[in-house]
């Protein structure tokens, strides 16, 4: 493997964004009350391509086919990363997105661990309202839907060999979506696979660590499971994540979440909004080291009430049952008064605007 300088260009050019407006718009042919998750894209993206150290070509066109070489490395070695959030409407009709300025951070210590270039902050803000403000009527005002904004960056270099590329794009698409669970999950606990280890590249959203996910999840998903509940990848004792969710759970009154110091756990956005809610109702927060064994003793004892994941796509998800070592351990039932439940409509509110939007989350399209 040849060893070459990082690219670190956050050279911004200040070269304006072109808007190429599509001729016709789709949206017509969406059924905004029933949409699949990730399947239907609004009519325009955001594409800009990094060459000779510098971002170009900025773009706002219609969504569509890229013309590329079968050799780019994103396909053979896996430069890639991307991001997730969504953009609500709020009571009023306008559009504001969740946190984006989080998402950027996170998005370039993805691409500083994969030895990708730093994408300058005013180009990503820039593109985000650009792209957002022409797409508006795409985001949803129905209760629980929004616009995902899925921002990517991967590697165009067509050149056989493993070294890191020199050309790249960065893209930014969006889907109108509904709820990703439509209802509360099935769990297992996995004791064989891993997700990440460290040393490795579990804390960035790096494309490589989905693909290496889906064959343990569909086994987890042949058994009857929604998702898997990863576990250490030296011992399989500490809880990790569930599946591309963050992990909560509530003991004896107390939010109880796996810390981050392993550097093998996401650091979700959500999981951050969701902590601090918690902290602002009142409740302990506590993250820390969590022990399967200890969950599972919870259950029994009946001192864990309640468990549910924390991410962009599915926001909430509260968990019915965890499946551990052939036995199905069932959680107690969950209502509105549930701490999940309260914890879900307060961010949602927040979201939508019903209520003050205290920490600043939400920012404005112009
Ligand atoms: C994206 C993701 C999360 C959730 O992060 P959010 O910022 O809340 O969307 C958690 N775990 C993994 C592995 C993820 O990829």
């Excluded at 905004?32 to 391509?49: P, R, T, Y």
């Excluded at 997730?84 to 500083?112: C, Q, T, W």
Aim: proline share 4%.
């Amino acid at each position: 493997m040849e060893i070459v300088s990082i690219p670190t260009s956050s050279i911004d050019n200040k070269e304006k964004i072109r808007i190429i407006k599509s001729e016709v718009s789709r949206i017509n042919e969406v059924d905004f009350n029933n949409i699949a998750f990730g399947k239907v894209f609004a009519d325009h993206m955001f594409l800009s391509e990094y060459k000779d150290g510098i971002w170009k070509n900025h773009r706002v066109q219609p969504y569509g086919n890229l013309s590329l070489s079968p050799a780019i490395s994103a396909l053979h070695y896996g430069q890639a990363v991307f991001e997730g959030m969504k953009a609500y409407k709020d009571l009023e009709g306008n559009v504001k997105v969740f946190r984006p300025h989080d998402n950027f951070i996170r998005f370039n210590k993805s691409a500083e661990r994969m030895c990708m270039p730093q994408l300058p902050e005013d180009l990503f803000m820039e593109a985000l309202d650009d792209l957002i403000a022409l797409d508006a009527a795409w985001v949803p005002a129905i209760e629980g839907c929004a616009l995902y904004i899925r921002p990517v960056m991967f590697a165009t270099t067509a050149e056989i060999k493993v070294k890191s590329s020199e050309e790249f794009i960065f893209a930014i698409l969006t889907c109108p979506v509904g709820p990703y669970y439509p209802e509360p999950v099935k769990v297992i606990v996995e004791n064989h696979y891993a997700r990440a280890m460290e040393g490795g590249i579990g804390f960035a959203k790096a494309a490589g660590n989905y693909g290496a996910a889906l064959y343990p999840a569909k086994l987890a998903q042949d058994k009857g499971y929604h998702q898997l509940i990863w576990t250490d990848a030296k011992e399989h004792k500490y809880i990790e994540e569930s599946g591309t969710m963050n992990i909560m759970f509530i003991i004896d009154g107390a939010l109880h979440t796996p810390s981050l110091e392993s550097k093998t756990i996401l650091e979700g956005v959500t999981r951050d909004s969701v902590l601090r809610l918690a902290r602002d109702l009142g409740l302990e927060v506590i993250e820390r080291r969590i022990l399967v064994e200890e969950v599972m003793e919870g259950i029994k004892t009946g001192a864990l009430t309640e468990a549910f994941g924390t991410g962009t796509a599915a926001t909430i998800a509260q968990i019915t049952t965890i499946g551990y070592k052939g036995h199905d351990f069932e959680l107690p039932p969950i209502n509105n008064d549930s701490l999940s439940s309260v914890l879900l409509n307060n961010l949602n509110d927040v979201r939508t605007g019903k209520v003050h939007d205290k920490f600043g989350w939400m920012k404005g399209i112009s």
